[in-house]
């Protein structure tokens, strides 16, 4: 079983930036890739970021791109979101997500183990 535990959301203005950190215990770090999905009220869950168990693979969704930053500190056990020039479509509950193989995807059935979730509110 993994536990997953994120921190880092908030209130930012637009352009501003934040950063996500999910800390992750019960399992070996580097076997887990690991997601980053969001929810917006009124919409179904999507997919925002991956990276692979050994942090050497990467891929974000493209409304992301050249704003969000996906990493990893394997000797935290640790994955972090940066997230940078926010917009109100940002708004949602992010989450934070493990796969027991160090392999990414960025389909949300492939994730088995999900964090509480940590609200990213972005005003204009």
């Known amino acids: 079983q993994v536990q997953l535990v994120e921190s880092g959301g908030g209130l930012v203005q637009a352009g501003g930036s934040l950063r996500l950190s999910c800390a992750a215990s019960?399992?070996?770090?580097?076997?887990?890739?690991m997601g980053w999905f969001r929810q917006a009220p009124g919409k179904e869950r999507e997919f925002v970021a991956t990276?692979?168990?050994?942090?050497?693979?990467?891929y974000l969704t493209d409304s992301v791109k050249g704003r969000f930053t996906i990493s990893r500190d394997n000797a935290k056990n640790t994955v972090y979101l940066q997230m940078n020039s926010l917009k109100p479509e940002d708004t949602a509950v992010y989450y934070c997500?493990?796969?027991?193989?160090?392999?990414?995807?960025?389909?949300?059935?492939?994730?088995?183990?999900w964090g509480q979730g940590t609200q990213v509110t972005v005003s204009s």
């Open positions: 019960g399992r070996t770090f580097n076997t887990l890739a």
């Open positions: 997500a493990a796969r027991a193989t160090p392999y990414t995807s960025d389909s949300y059935s492939s994730y088995p183990y």
């Open positions: 990276i692979g168990g050994s942090g050497g693979t990467t």
